[in-house]
């Protein structure tokens, strides 16, 4: 059973899906919204971007920590992949993925890390605020190699909800998946977002467009 955030909300801004050159999904945290993330594609102005962000049931992708065992949210877990998976299947008729970013925020980021993940090939970039790779251990096996990806790792060095520790591990199987990673660590930071990783974020999306 994965129905659990069927029929949902999905926002969309910007331009249209069909004369947009480029996608960014939005994924929202536990206790936010698909409108509540949304806001941020106002720091990514872009005429040419169509902006996606697909709402949770109850506001919350899974009900525990992302560093539990993935059976503990089950099946939470699987309808947020598959949620995510949607949405890009529908942007892929019309923008291809290497110009198709995922951005996501402390429950956000982890899925939209682990969807690209276990997606592969080469996305347009992929932006973690405070998030990392889902489960007890991390399984090289069951991901697939992201082709240059690049990613963007940022979170508190001090996080309550996002071990240092996962945020490195996570950087380092993404490198082996063949992903480009920039990870950064901030000092005594809040379970926020500052404007250095905004900076990283538009950095990257510069890059992939030209």
Known sequence: MTSIHENQTLLQSGATLETAKAVMILIH??????????????EFEHPDFAFFAPQAA??????????????RNEPHLSSAIQTIKN??????????LERTFLLGFSQGACLALEVAARHG???????????????DILEFEKYKNLAQTPIFLGCSDIDAHIPKTRVEESAVLLEKLG?????????????????DELEQARAIIKTSLG
């Open 87 to 96: 949405t890009l299947e529908m942007t892929k008729k019309h923008v291809p």
């Open 121 to 135: 090939e080469k996305f347009g970039g992929v932006i973690a605020f405070s998030g990392g790779l889902i489960g």
């Open 58 to 71: 109850n506001n919350t992708w899974y009900p525990f920590r992302f560093i539990e065992p993935t059976s």
């Open 29 to 42: 945290g536990r206790g936010d919204s698909a409108q509540g993330i949304m806001g941020l594609s106002q």
């Open 179 to 195: 992903a480009t990673v920039t990870m950064r660590l901030y000092p005594n930071f809040g379970h926020s977002i500052n404007a």
